[in-house]
């Protein structure tokens, strides 16, 4: 059973460019949701998505930031027109429908703003 | 000051030593959980505690927690050079998103 799988693991972008890192959540698990970590600091949660449906996008930057969920294929978060403090590694986690306790992370994807 | 604070922010001991790291938080909470973040990797679940337990074990690991005190701790005994890594309480209450603290960063020196 593969873990949550995200890429690209390292992603460079120029400000002003757009960036989309992916999440394929473990087999089985409905829900998804994103992290952000800046350097020497803990995860600040941004979204969390079940099929189709975000649920609670309360951590989410009101601009340039998006998320989706598709009945198929990956979860994707959208940053558009990248600046230098977006820099910073973005972690997607799941967890399977009906249950409320751990998430299961993936490697996260480390986003570099030039 | 934010939900789940870890304390120390850095802690260095003995391989062998046992290493101890604690965690305090705000609000009502469902469970709580530790991660482990080895440096500049993903995140690795290592236990989770329910609001209506008060200890639990994992092999080396143990896991309290007070909830009249807001606060976990958690216990490494007979460290390896292995269990340097990050260590991050999590609290979750009921929303399904986690509220992570800053982490205590934990060096075993062999």
């Known amino acids: 059973n593969a873990g949550v799988m995200q890429n690209p693991r390292h992603l460079v972008r120029r400000r002003g460019q757009e960036a989309r890192l992916r999440c394929s959540p473990m087999?089985?698990?409905?829900?998804v949701y994103w992290y952000r970590q800046l350097p020497e600091e803990g995860l600040k949660f941004m979204v969390y998505?079940?099929?189709?449906?975000?649920?609670?996008e309360s951590g989410m930057p009101k601009e340039r930031f998006s998320a989706e969920f598709p009945k198929e294929g990956p979860s994707i978060l959208r940053i558009q027109q990248v600046v230098r403090g977006d820099s910073a590694a973005y972690f997607c986690?799941?967890?399977?429908?009906?249950?409320?306790?751990?998430?299961?992370f993936g490697p996260g994807t480390r986003l570099t703003v030039t | 000051s934010q939900q789940g604070e870890e304390d120390p922010q850095a802690l260095s001991i003995q391989e062998g030593e046992n290493a101890t790291m604690n965690c305090s938080y705000k609000?009502?909470?469902?469970?709580l959980q530790w991660y482990r973040q080895n440096s500049g990797r993903g995140l690795v679940h290592l236990i989770l505690?329910?609001?209506?337990?008060r200890e639990k074990h994992s092999g080396r690991l143990r896991v309290t927690l007070d909830t009249s005190k807001k606060s976990s701790s958690l216990l490494i005994t007979a460290s390896r050079a292995a269990d340097t890594a990050s260590y991050f309480c999590?609290?979750?209450?009921?929303?399904?998103?986690?509220?992570f603290g800053q982490g205590t960063r934990l060096t075993i020196n062999p």
């Open positions: 999590a609290t979750d209450s009921g929303a399904q998103k986690l509220v």
């Open positions: 986690a799941s967890s399977p429908p009906g249950t409320r306790g751990e998430q299961y």
């Open positions: 609000t009502s909470i469902n469970n």
């Open positions: 505690i329910r609001s209506n337990e």
């Open positions: 087999k089985g698990h409905s829900h």
């Open positions: 998505l079940q099929k189709e449906n975000i649920i609670d």
